[in-house]
């Protein structure tokens, strides 16, 4: 029971504990604050001791900031050179050497060089000494005094940019430029003069100054796909280094900063020019006197004639080029130079050029055709003459290989041998002209008339549209186009209902290949153009087997039937103009929609060549068909091609060749004699001598009355020519 008298106390709250914490806390404050601020006027107080009035302070800012901004900038530039270190660490140089390849025609004369030419054999202390002083005297005076980076001339090469100066003269070191060349590319980047600059201190720290500048002598490019002074003087002047003079020491020291504007072979002006800047150098530089440097002054230097470079098979040789590089990637063949020889032939290569350019520069214009290019091989595939453009030295673009156009009707030799070898066809069997449908594409023939009943071989010789739509439905346009490739087509096409018409894109070495397959009996004939490939010491790389098995593509009869037929177009169809008297002929004309391409493509017993014409920038001819201007430029090739040669048959074509008759001398009847071209003899010459015959003619009759036997002494002399 609860006690009535008892009653329960309230305890009393402590209030002082929270109010001692608040006390506590704001004396603490207070005291940090006090505190904080003794030692802030004791700063102040140390701090003042270093204050600077008047002129001093405004030295002090500067180098203040100078060092603020000097610790950012060091930062900067260790990220920059972070690439640098890893090149280091990379331990490798750029690639100095590609390959070199001296190339020979098909009888072993040199026809040109492809690659670069560098040779490192030759001793710094074997180099004339006035080149190594005219290098140094223009590029680096400083060279055995800096470090790697010369800032004297960094610095006068700021000032001479500053002043808009646009010379060859710039800031860096020899080192610097070694660097370059050995480690990085030659973009010209803030970036890279960073890295370019850590590498030529490394080089410096690890190389000698004689290693660096025979490095320098070695790696540095030359122009002309030269690197190293010691391969330069034997392509500028057909001389060992050591044997130059002080002129041609004076014109390679000033190629180094810009090779392809002071190359001599490009602009002899310009290298004699530099040539004389540099003379100038070597005085200024006390490395010799104007006394000594007067006579190259006065016979500068005169490199050898490298036109033959010019007049050399330049697309034949860029094409070579890479498939050399190819079989040398192939083989896994050491070193880095090679002889090749090739299947060109120099005078056969004249002749197409003189085709092809002659026509373009003759007709062109009336059809509106800048464009042309050519491929001559032998039956068995062997590149006799290759034309990949009208001028080699404006456009390097190799029409003949890398560029694919539409064939027009020359495509139809895939359409109709398909048609014999899967039908059992023959020439002469009828069929009818008239329209055809695939789905809603009607294609009509080339004078939008029909011919009614025609045989297989009239229908190809008129190329008439209808018929080969119509052979490519019996077959199918997939086996054609898988024959084509078989045949020689290398580049993919989509088989479109309109392909039995030529609409795929093929190129000219390609299109000869594939007509290469009739003259060689059915047999896939590839173009090549390389048969032997060595080192310059004479070791063995490659060589082509001649008797190497080859795949039977067509059978014999086909070849027989469409030998007939194409034999029957330039007889009496569409390619008549390149009918060559006393020569089987044959071929297929080709013409693309809206007259952009112009082929002709045929063999004869001894060559195949296909010919195509157009524009680079697809632009429509002016009517222009295969029959014209292609044909005309295939048998002028042909005709001159087959001047002094033995007339070889064709396969399936019933031509004889005519013999030579050789009448009995007598001597009341003397045999007249036979003009004959010799076969080297140019085109371009040939039409020299006739000017010239007819000139004389001219200049006879224009003469005053002489004597009949003296008129008739200088007859005899112009027909003589």
Not at 349 to 355: F, I
Not at 412 to 427: C, H, N, R, T
Not at 431 to 456: A, E, F, H
Not at 647 to 673: L, M, N, R
Request: proline share 4%; with cysteine; net charge neutral.
């Amino acid at each position: 029971m609860q006690d009535p008298f008892y009653s329960k106390q309230k305890r009393q709250k402590r209030a002082g504990g929270m109010l001692a914490a608040d006390a506590w806390l704001d004396s603490s404050l207070y005291e940090f604050w006090q505190t904080l601020g003794r030692w802030y006027t004791r700063y102040q107080d140390f701090m003042s001791r270093f204050h600077v009035t008047g002129i001093k302070r405004f030295f002090v800012e500067i180098l203040s900031d100078a060092f603020t901004f000097g610790a950012i900038g060091a930062v900067i530039v260790t990220a920059f050179a972070l690439p640098a270190f890893n090149i280091i660490d990379r331990g490798a140089f750029n690639k100095a050497e590609d390959y070199s390849v001296v190339f020979l025609d098909r009888f072993g004369n040199e026809i040109g060089r492809r690659g670069i030419r560098s040779d490192d054999s030759v001793a710094l202390d074997q180099m004339p000494d006035f080149l190594i002083k005219a290098t140094l005297a223009t590029e680096d005076r400083r060279f055995y005094d800096h470090f790697g980076i010369d800032i004297v001339g960094t610095l006068r090469a700021l000032a001479s940019n500053a002043q808009g100066d646009n010379s060859t003269q710039g800031g860096s070191s020899l080192t610097q430029q070694l660097a370059k060349n050995l480690f990085l590319s030659s973009e010209r980047t803030f970036e890279r003069k960073i890295i370019e600059a850590f590498l030529a201190v490394w080089l410096e720290w690890h190389y000698s100054k004689d290693e660096i500048l025979k490095l320098y002598f070695d790696r540095a490019y030359m122009g002309g796909g030269n690197f190293g002074v010691t391969a330069a003087a034997e392509f500028y002047f057909g001389k060992r280094v050591q044997d130059i003079n002080l002129a041609e020491a004076a014109m390679l020291a000033g190629m180094f900063k810009a090779p392809t504007r002071y190359a001599p072979h490009v602009d002899l002006a310009a290298a004699r020019g530099r040539a004389n800047l540099v003379l100038t150098n070597l005085v200024a530089a006390g490395f010799l006197t104007e006394g000594q440097v007067t006579a190259a002054r006065r016979h500068p230097a005169a490199p050898i004639d490298r036109t033959a470079d010019v007049n050399s098979p330049n697309y034949f040789l860029d094409w070579a080029f890479e498939e050399a590089k190819l079989k040398i990637e192939e083989t896994n063949a050491p070193g880095n130079n090679f002889l090749v020889r090739t299947t060109i032939d120099t005078t056969l290569q004249k002749y197409a050029e003189e085709a092809v350019t002659s026509v373009v520069r003759e007709q062109g214009e009336q059809y509106k055709v800048s464009q042309a290019a050519m491929v001559v091989t032998d039956t068995q595939g062997a590149i006799r003459a290759m034309v990949g453009g009208m001028d080699y030295g404006k456009s390097q673009f190799n029409r003949a290989i890398v560029s694919t156009r539409q064939p027009g009707s020359a495509y139809k030799i895939f359409v109709y041998s398909e048609a014999f070898e899967q039908l059992g066809l023959k020439p002469s069997d009828p069929i009818t002209d008239r329209p055809v449908c695939i789905g809603d594409w009607c294609p009509q023939n080339y004078g939008r008339s029909y011919k009614g009943s025609v045989s297989l071989q009239s229908a190809f010789a008129q190329s008439l549209n209808t018929v080969p739509v119509t052979l490519s439905i019996k077959t199918g346009r997939e086996p054609i186009a898988a024959l084509s490739h078989r045949m020689g087509l290398r580049a993919d096409y989509p088989v479109t209902r309109s392909l039995a018409l030529g609409v795929a894109s093929v190129s000219v070495i390609d299109m000869t290949s594939s007509y290469a397959v009739f003259a060689n009996d059915g047999y896939k004939t590839p173009a090549f153009g390389i048969t032997r490939m060595t080192t310059l010491s004479g070791d063995l790389v490659w060589e082509a087997d001649p008797d190497a098995a080859r795949e039977r593509v067509l059978s014999e009869q086909t070849v027989a039937y469409m030998n007939q037929m194409m034999y029957a177009v330039t007889q009496n169809g569409t390619g008549t103009r390149a009918r060559i008297e006393g020569v089987p002929t044959l071929g297929k004309s080709g013409t693309t929609s809206s007259y952009r391409d112009a082929w002709f493509c045929g063999f004869t017993g001894n060559y195949v060549a296909a010919v195509w014409f157009g524009n680079d920038d697809y632009r429509p001819t002016n009517n222009l068909t295969g029959g014209s201007l292609p044909a005309i430029a295939w048998q002028k090739f042909m005709a001159y091609a087959h001047t002094n040669i033995e007339i070889k048959p064709v396969f399936g074509v019933d031509f004889v060749p005519q013999q030579t008759v050789v009448a009995d001398a007598s001597a009341e009847a003397p045999a007249e004699d036979v003009v004959e071209r010799p076969p080297s003899l140019t085109p371009a010459a040939a039409r020299k001598l006739l000017d010239l015959a007819g000139r004389l003619d001219t200049a006879i009759r224009d003469l005053e009355p002489i004597s009949d036997q003296a008129r008739a002494a200088l007859s005899g002399s112009s027909a003589g020519l």
